[in-house]
Structure formats: C-alpha cells, structure tokens
C-alpha cells in the first residue's frame, strides 16, 4: 500500500529526527570538539589538539578523584539501595495490610523535586541548631553525633550520600517488586510447608528467580551513577567533596556560577572541548559497563 | 505443638518488625513535611527555639516568596514550559508510537535501536553542541531553547509507553474500519485517538512530573531570569534566604515547588506506581 507508507514515514519521522537532534547529533559534535581546544562558546577559537584534551584530563587529579567518588556511590549506595529494596520488596510482599499504601510511601521520595529534597536534607534535616537529626540523637543521648556538622566539608559527602540513597530507593524497590511479585506463589507455600523459614525461601528461592530483573536494575544503577549530576549539585553546589566526572564537565564546559555563564562570559574561561572530552569518556564507560555486566550476568531464560 | 507455637510466635515477631520498619520510614515522610509545612507558616525566631506556629499562621512567608523573591513568576514560567513540552511530546510521540505497534517495516529496529541507544547517552555531553548552537542561535535568552530540549528528550520514553499500549488493543478495530472505506490515518485518528485517551493522559503525568523536577537542563538552558524555571528559582532564592537567616521563607520555598508534586500524587499514587511496576517487568 503505497499511502501506507507515506503514512509510515510521516508518522515516524518528526520524532526519530527530533529525537537524534538531542541525542546522535551531538556525541558527533562532541566527539568532533573533544579534539579541539575551543575557548570560547561562540565556537570561533579553535584550535587542534589532537588527544591534548584527553591527555590533560588523564592528568587532571580532580577528573580522576571524580571517578573513585561515583565508585564509592555505586558500591556504598548501591548496598543501600538495594539492600533496602530488597527489604522493602519482601515485607510489602509478605502479605501485610495497607500494601499499596507503604509502596506509594517508599516511592514518594523519588518525586521529590531535587532542589526541593536536598532544601529538606540541608535546612532542615542536617540542620545543627534545630535539625532533625540533632533532635533525635540527643534523645537517644548520643550527642556526639547530635554536634556532628553534617553540612561541613569533612562530613558533607556521606550527608549526600544518605540523602541520595533515601531518594533512590523507591524507584529500585518497584523493580524488585515487580520481580518478587512474578514469583509464584505455590513455589513459596510449599517451601515453607517443608519447613523453610521465611528468609531461606527468600534467598534460595527468590533470589535466584530475579536474576533478570537484578541484571536490568544493576545496568541502571551503574549508568545512573555515572552520570550522577542534580543531586550532589543540588546538595552543595561549591563543594569540592562532592564533585562527580558529571559536574567536573559542567564546571569545565559552563563554569561554576551556572545558568549558562559561559554564554554571558561572566565565568572568564571555559573548557569546552576539554568538557567534550569527558564527555566521550563518559559515553565509552557506559558502553564498557553495559559489556561488562552483561557478561557477569549471562542472559539465560528461566522458566517459571 | 511446641514447635508449631514457636513458629506462630515467631511469624507474629517478624509481622510486627515489618510493620515497625514501614512504619518508621513513612513517619519520617509525614514528620518531615509536617514539620517543614510548619515552619513555613512560622517565623524564623520560632523555628529556632523550637516554638512553631506560637504566634499563628503566617502567610505572609508565601507572598514573600511569591512577589518579592519572584516564586510566583517561576512558578508560572514552569507551568508553561511543562504545559507546551507535554503538548508538544504528544504530538510528535503518538504517531510513531502507533507506527512502531502496527506496521512491520524496514528499518523498524534501527528506530528502536536509536531510542534504546540513546538513554545511554551521558545527558551532560549533549548539553555541550546543543548550547553552543543555541547560544549563536540566541535560543538561550528565551524559551525556545530548553523547550525544545524538554520535547525531543521526552521522545523515547513516550514512544515506548505508547506502543506498548497500542500494541494491548485488538486489531480488528481498524481492519473493520479499512473495509468500510476509511483511510489508514482516518483509522488512526477516528477510531485509535479516543481509545487512546487514558494512556495520553497516564503518560503526560509522567512526563509533566520529571519536567516539573528538571534542574540540569534548565540550569544550563536559560540565561534570561525572565524565563527562569521554579527549580533554579528555588535554588537562587535559597541562596539569598541563607544570607538573610530567613529560614521561614526557605521552607515555605521548598513548599511551593513540592506542592504540586504531591497534590498529583495524592490523587494518582495508585495509577504512577503501578505503572512504573508495569514498567519494570517489560525491561
């Protein structure tokens, strides 16, 4: 049918194209800049480099640190969130009331507009005059850690970090879920009819059921940490303790004063190839870590 | 029957510490906002001696925010870079998505593949040709840039939750409608559309949430204060209010920008969780 594919074609094509204008395109561009030194955003300065951008990067102490940050995220986090995802997945799944209403309440952080939930951690609950968590360590007595300054440069990471996990787990704990829930149920009863306790079904039985869903929640954590950004930005924007390779290349590309300073030149210099190369190392890291985990977690279909 | 009393005990015990942890993190939620909600109706001085809400409600912090700070024009702004980038998200998505569900073309897994390929894309290194562009462009000093950054980018999620549900409809429908002499686009528009209209709506709460939510991009996108987003307003204002010690107009800051957030919620828990459950499995 030959209006068939008339039809085709104008139906797909406005949003394939406007979809590789915001994506194909520029890792083009960006690869093609990450070779050159561009000093200025009207692109009018540049300058070859050849792999100068890389190489300077390789040399760049707080590039590299950046990186051994988000290892510590992905690894400690990741015990969180999915330690607790876990936990969650297991009691909404062990036949308690009010189910729907916990889940709506374990996912409601992840809404939570960024700025708005790192406001709530900072002002609020870090607070050191009338926090939160002062208040409730020193009704515990433990006032060592009621003084603690969790919003001061020694302490503000791990702040983050706690912050971030509470945010993150929600959105983990509803992929679990949905793993957990596909389970059936008879395999379960008649594991604890023979005797097994509630946990041991849950790690023998469970578990090794979910491979799947945990390979597809694994590879979105890791790219979601590399690519870590809002929060740690959010949550202090001038502190050097939080900085992720995401906002290294922010403050290399758009200076740290935000909101396109670079464009104003009120920032003075910016990086922009050197930017473009981190972002082309970003992109093989992605592609690296999806190999990776694929091959940890072989794909293997599973009938249940 | 020794045993079979343990056991009984033993179910209750862990019962009850699943109740305890649930119950622990939900009162930490309901605590949290009680308190801030409080606090942005008190003054500075009562935040500080613990005091809240001693000398009644006041508003006032709200308008504050709203006027002085500008709030209130952010928070306009946002709504209509959310209301335009949803529009236009359908208007581009709903046609391919129901392409992608119907027909089997060439080229059909290049398509998929380009959607796929690009979630993996590190959102930061796109910024940087884009911005470049735009800012020869003077895209930066207006909305034209970060809407039409919200629209393409909101592409692939739309497609995929839009096949999959027209994929879920019979076919029938618009075979019968082909034999009765009506075009294919007739079928789509016709028949498809007005079933189409509860998945239109699911998925523009989707997308309005994580645009309502968007720092990063607005952060870089928008030069003009104008045309600033409530994100980066609350940000600024943040900022200003630390400054001062106005602690009362930082919480009722961070109230304002939650707010819609959680009326939405309140009233959609049900249909966003289990879709993003849904959502889960097909990955």
């Known amino acids: 049918m030959k209006n068939d594919k ?14 590789m204008f915001v994506s194909i395109y520029p890792v083009l561009h960006s690869t093609f800049l990450s070779f050159f030194e561009v000093s200025s955003w009207s692109g009018s300065e540049m300058k070859f480099v050849g792999l100068g951008n890389f190489i300077e990067l390789m040399q760049s102490k707080v590039f590299l640190e950046s990186f051994g940050r988000i290892g510590i995220i992905w690894l ?20 308690i009331k009010g189910k729907s209403f916990f889940r709506s309440a374990i996912y409601l952080p992840n809404l939570i507009p960024v700025v708005a939930a790192a406001a709530m951690w900072t002002q609020y609950i870090f607070n050191i005059r009338f926090g939160l968590s002062k208040n409730i360590f020193s009704a515990l007595g433990l006032e060592s850690l009621a003084s603690l300054e969790w919003t001061s440069h020694t302490f503000i990471f791990w702040a983050m970090l706690i912050a971030y996990i509470w945010g993150g787990i929600g959105h983990f704990t509803l992929i679990i879920l949905a793993g957990v829930e596909r ?45 870590l950004f809002a929060y740690p930005q959010a949550f202090a924007q001038t502190y050097a303790e939080v900085t ?61 | 029957m020794s ?75 946002s709504l209509i870079y959310c209301v335009i980038s949803c529009t236009g998200i359908l208007l581009l998505a709903t046609p391919a998505s129901y392409i992608l569900s119907r027909s089997n073309f060439r080229g059909r897994k290049i398509v998929t593949g380009i959607f796929v390929a690009g979630m993996g894309i590190p959102g930061m290194m796109t910024m940087i040709p884009l911005f470049m562009m735009f800012t020869r462009l003077g895209l930066t000093q207006n909305l034209g840039g970060l809407l039409i950054i919200y629209i393409c980018g909101g592409i692939p999620f739309t497609v995929f939750f839009l096949s999959g549900f027209f994929s879920s409809l019979p076919t029938e ?18 028949i498809m559309m007005p079933l189409a209209q509860g998945a239109l709506v699911t998925v ?59 009326i939405i919620y309140i009233f959609l828990s049900e249909k966003i969780v289990s879709n993003i459950t849904a959502g889960a499995i097909k990955t």
Do not use: C
């Open chain 2, 204 to 262: 523009t709460v989707f997308n309005f949430l994580s645009l309502w939510a968007d720092y990063a991009t607005a952060l870089i996108f928008v030069n003009d204060e104008n045309f600033r987003t409530l994100q980066i307003g609350l940000q600024i204002v943040i900022r200003s209010m630390l400054n001062q010690g106005n602690y009362a107009g930082i919480f009722a800051g961070i109230m304002l920008v939650f707010l819609p957030t959680l």
């Open chain 2, 3 to 77: 045993t079979r009393t343990a056991d009984k005990v033993k179910r209750g015990l862990s019962r009850s510490v699943s109740y305890l942890i649930l119950a622990a993190w939900t009162l930490f939620l309901v605590y949290s906002f009680g308190w801030i909600l409080a606090s942005s109706v008190s003054t500075t001085r009562e935040i500080f001696t613990g005091k809240l809400l001693e000398s009644g409600v006041h508003i006032q912090n709200y308008i504050k925010v709203l006027t002085t700070n500008h709030l209130g024009k952010y928070f306009v702004n």
């Open chain 1, 244 to 304: 992720t390779p995401a906002i290294y290349l922010y403050s290399l590309a758009f200076g740290q004063t935000g909101g396109g300073a670079g464009a104003t030149g009120a920032a003075g210099v910016v990086y922009v190839g050197r930017a473009a190369a981190a972002g082309v190392i970003l992109t093989l890291m992605a592609a690296l870590i999806y190999g990776v985990l694929n091959l940890v977690f072989k794909e293997e279909k599973l009938e249940y």
């Open chain 1, 6 to 19: 008339r039809m085709i074609f104008f139906f797909l094509a406005p949003a394939v194209l406007a979809y």
């Open chain 1, 76 to 95: 400690m986090g990741g015990a969180g969130i999915f330690g607790s995802a876990f936990l969650f997945s297991a009691l909404l799944t062990s036949g």
């Open chain 1, 183 to 227: 389970v059936p149920r008879e395999l379960l009863e008649s594991a604890t009819l023979d005797g097994a306790t509630m946990l041991q079904a849950f790690f023998k039985i469970t578990l090794p059921l979910l491979r799947d869903v945990i390979r597809v929640a694994v590879v979105l954590w890791s790219i979601v940490v590399l690519n």
């Open chain 2, 173 to 190: 429908l618009e075979e019968a409608a082909i034999i009765d002499g009506a075009t294919p686009f007739q079928s789509f528009r016709l």
